[in-house]
């Protein structure tokens, strides 16, 4: 599409720089976007590209830089600002009402109306314009959102930023949730949105759909531009991924102490195991003292995998064995009793009572092995947290404080720690004369030996990373076992003694993290081109 | 894990609430987290000590004579007594982000049940064991369609209210079933050094729920499920089992209440226990139990009982019509709920600036 390069520029950002706390996301960040070319923004993750579409969105205000929008110096105080401008943005979280209709959603915050009074045959009309124009004309406007396909939603999104009269629409990952032929349908509409003149900035981990759809590629490290207004088409992927990796971030890894000895019998032995629409056929091994990192990108099945090893998901094949003893699929009672414990990838959603104290978030899966005839012991508890906090240098001390006011890191912390207790080494003095309720209690707490990690360090800042590194590090020193999934591939490559990659839903490579370089693993995850031969 | 765990086993001495200092001063206790619940409960005692002064300000014939007032506040606590029970039960339904709209049908369908004629003839206890069995096994029905079922709680349980009541008038036949066991009607006239029993059953299921909530694994669990139900069930809780023992308890809770109140009347009846859901949610939300779940005190909800009818007991005494009570009550409970929601919003207004 070489027309596009007579095009006008509708967009020009310059020297954009965006701070958080603790973390400078954008560190002067350019980019041009021409009227009606596909524009790809390219990075792993922590570039800084959420923050900077996000800028785009004004969600964010940038402290420093200039952004030109038709040529106008503009800030964009909030998103309706940005909307009203022309610039609409479709998140990966599609921002649609499953409750209303087609039509509804189309016209959602900027309902026609006279006096108050909705016109809704006037929204369905025009509707039925807007999907006219995107190829669509087929969708039933009438119809509930909820009922309609992943694919069919993601049109509705395009059509609500149309009716905005939108002249730059924003997609972030548009193709991460659907099948492979609704992507065709996705590109054809693309393609007429920008046969309309329409720049779409378009955000993919996937080269192939690069591309396939895109103009021009502007790739971003360490919140800055590493390369800008690259042809999307003619730019070969190993200079892609080589403008991608190399990140300056120092990430401090501890040394790996001994290498684990392959003779050694497996802790976790995972076999054929699959889940319908999330992964397929996946097999491995772990040994005791040893690291295992799965590399992947959301989407390739390597979370519902941790899940599932877990017993949080019902298998639908293949077995799972821990230390030879078969895990039920979907138990996860019997999955802890046995020594697996999970770190999830929601921290606040999934691991945390987070109006509750500290101690008794660390307590949550074993405040039944301290108790006594179900009775619970509160001090050996605390004591217990107490212990762990000083082991995992928990900042602020203090085991009573709610978990909430807790930083990020400090949380991942308490969600370790979790898994870490052994409730049989507390308080033999005092319960002497109780000796059967506390040898059944010793006998049941055998104790966490494969720890299931995912997504450690998300939400947590570059400082406390090094901290949970030396920790988990630590934890395989002292035995356990630890699948790791993580889709910052430096972080795996530095962390794992051993590297899956997943992509899709298979395991595609395994190899020792020695043998592996960022750019080989980046290229597995997003293309895959290694295996299936296609050099570029 | 060995080397993990040993260190800072010295450290021990470094107090438990580390981090906050030492509590030398109440203001400090006051600003810790920790002791929000407490604060609150004495926020309700301190409700009380107002609703004592309206009366004495009212009513000083009764409220400023010590002997009036000891057989006026027996009144309250033994009108407290019934809806107490249940308001307890309830309180672990709210803390593990469930609700119970069927316990006042309950309670009239264990009344009923355990006072036909039939019932009667075997005596006292078999009559209590009924009215708890009735109870509690409409409570597990609740639970298995909630836990089991996938159902929400709300309409579990109101279609339960629905249909509790109706099998309750299909036993009676809609007529008030005379109770002619004299132990039944003692449970209600009974009193051990001074106080009724009624008031001393109240007393003695709230300390045993006390227990529950704060010192057994049950309790754990049954707060964890509210605070985080994800989260408990990735811990390895069984949050289904849990969550039908949370409504069994509180079916057995409209057990105990229905044979209190079949006492009081000396009779069952299918009309027995109406509005008691109501009543009994307001208790617990009064007392400070988050409706969405995870928190919530046995303290506060027995407070907010006592708030509840200590208002009943000053329009009685005052003569006043039933409506002004009935829009009183509506008036504390929104009060109470307004109170709870700005002491979190100034308790997130503190911890955001530095």
Partial sequence: MTAADEQPVVLRLSGIVKTFPGVRALDGVQLEVRA????????????????????????????????????????????????????????????????????????????????????????????????????????PVARVMGRLPAAAKQVVSMARALSHEARLIVMDEPSALLAHD?????????????????????????????????????VLKDGRTSAVNLPARTTSTKDLVNRMTGRTIEYVFPDRTKPVSSDVAPLLEVTGLSRHGEFDDVSFTVRPGEIVGIAGLGGSGR????????????????QVRLDGTILPSGRIGFAVRCGLGLAPEERKSQALLLDDCVYRNVTLATF????????????????????MSEVLALHPRGVMRPVKTLSGGNQQKV?????????????????????????????????????????????????????LYRVIRGLADDGLGVLMVSSEVPEVLGLADRVLVMREGRLLHEAAAQDLDEATVLDLVMAGSLLEGDQL | MTGLTDVAMENES?????????????????????????????????????????????????FLHAERLWTNELTVLTLASSVGVIAIGMTFVIISAGIDLSVGALLALASVWCSTVATQQYGVGVMVVTALLVGAIAGLVNGVLIAYGRMAPFIVTLAMMVAARGLAQKISGKTTQVVKVEDITNIAQNTLLGIPWLVLIFAAVAALAWVLLNRTTFGRRTAAIGGNREAARLAGISVRRTEVLIYVLSGLCCGIAAVMVTAQANAGSSDHGNLYELQAIAAAIIGGTVFTGGRGTIVGSVLGVLVFTSITNLFIVNNLAIEYQLIAQGVIIVAAVLIQQFRVGTLRRRKSSP
């Fill in chain 1, 36 to 139: 009606g070319e596909v524009h790809c923004l390219l990075g792993q993750n922590g570039a800084g590209k959420s923050t900077l579409i996000k800028v785009l969105a004004g969600v964010h205000r940038p402290d420093a830089g200039s952004m030109l929008w038709q040529g106008e110096e503009v800030t964009f105080a909030t998103p309706q600002a940005a909307t009203k401008a022309g610039i609409s943005t479709i998140y990966q979280e599609l921002d649609l009402v499953d409750d209303l209709t087609v039509a509804e959603n189309v016209f959602l915050g900027h309902e026609q109306s006279t006096g108050g009074f909705v016109r809704r045959k006037q929204m369905r009309r025009e509707a039925q314009v807007v999907l006219d124009r995107l190829g669509h004309g087929d969708l």
């Fill in chain 1, 182 to 218: 609704e992507v065709a349908n996705l590109f054809r509409v693309v393609r007429e949105l920008t046969s309309r003149g329409i720049a779409v900035v378009y955000i993919s981990h996937r080269l192939d759909e690069i591309r396939e759809i895109g103009d021009r590629v502007t």
């Fill in chain 1, 303 to 318: 979370s519902e995998l941790l899940e599932t090893i877990y017993g949080a998901r019902a298998s639908d094949a293949g």
């Fill in chain 1, 368 to 387: 039944s092995r301290y108790a006594s005839r179900g009775l619970t012991h509160a001090s050996d508890e605390r004591e217990a947290a107490l212990r």
């Fill in chain 1, 415 to 467: 969600v370790l720690g979790r898994w870490l207790l052994d409730p049989s080494e507390s308080d033999d003095a005092d319960d002497a004369d109780d000796a059967v309720a506390s040898s059944r209690r010793r006998h049941a707490a055998s104790g966490t030996r494969l720890l299931l990690l995912d997504e450690p360090t998300r939400g947590v800042d570059v400082g406390a990373r090094a901290d």
């Fill in chain 2, 14 to 62: 470094s107090s438990l609430q580390g981090g906050h200092g030492p509590r030398s001063s109440l203001q400090q206790w006051f600003r810790d987290d920790a002791s929000e619940p407490v604060r609150r409960n004495l926020g309700l005692v301190a409700v009380l000590l107002v609703l004592y002064a309206i009366g004495a300000w009212s009513r000083p014939d009764i």
